[in-house]
């Protein structure tokens, strides 16, 4: 079974202070590793697909990083407009067409004071 | 204009009433899906259609039905309401692209039954 666990749960941080979430997971063949952005009360908003170990993709203060069991959100100089939860998916290399699912972890509240 | 639009946004009903939450998408992506996300759950799959005659349970349909009335048209009903289905529902949709099928979220609709 797919398994995907975020740490920590919550992370508060002062602007500027960059820090990392982890998100560590277990799959039978990764198709994709997925972070989004979630506000109180609003939709995930896609943020990064990272397919397979090595690869990196950046967005404005954000990294994201992926090996074979774990990958990294990195917060470059974060500002209090990216407080939000972030929540971690992955997708597993199905036979039957079971290749859409996604497995989400529970998320990261980040809060980031000014 | 966004892309997933959810209709309506806010729902307060009683129990056993019979309601309609209603998912439109001008992505052009086959695929739609309906979540329900609990505080401390994580999002948990209720419905997924792969295209208008092709509808699967996800992991949580009891209580749930949906119709696929077009490609771009996926709506949720629940027949009779009851207060455990008090939550956050989402729609999405998605392509394959880069070898991944990316899922991209509405705003949600919070239901609450009484």
């Known amino acids: 079974e797919d398994q995907v666990t975020q740490s920590p749960e919550a992370l508060r941080l002062q602007e500027g202070e960059s820090s990392s979430l982890n998100c560590s997971y277990t799959v039978s063949g990764l198709r994709g590793l997925f972070w989004y952005r979630q506000d109180p009360g609003k939709g995930p908003e896609f943020l990064f697909t990272l397919y397979s170990a090595g690869e990196e993709k950046e967005k404005e203060r954000l990294k994201a990083t992926l090996t074979k069991k774990e990958s990294f959100l990195h917060i470059t100089a974060p500002k209090p407009e990216d407080s939000a939860t972030y929540l971690c998916a992955v997708q597993a290399r199905y036979s039957g067409g079971s290749n859409y699912k996604l497995t989400f972890g529970k998320g990261t509240l980040l809060t980031v004071n000014p | 204009d966004a892309d997933v639009t959810q209709t309506p946004r806010n729902r307060i009903t009683k129990t056993g009433k019979r309601i309609m939450l209603e998912c439109s998408q001008t992505?052009?992506?086959?695929?739609m899906y309906w979540y329900r996300q609990d505080p401390g759950l994580g999002l948990q799959l209720i419905y997924y259609?792969?295209?208008?005659?092709?509808?699967n349970k996800g992991e949580i349909s009891d209580g749930y039905s949906v119709s696929r009335q077009a490609q771009a048209k996926f709506s949720l009903s629940l027949e009779s309401a009851i207060p455990n289905q008090t939550a956050l529902y989402f729609c999405a949709t998605s392509g394959t692209s880069g070898g991944a099928d990316t899922q991209y979220f509405g705003p949600g609709t919070r239901l609450t039954v009484l």
């Open positions: 992505k052009g992506h086959d695929r």
């Open positions: 259609s792969f295209d208008v005659k092709d509808i």
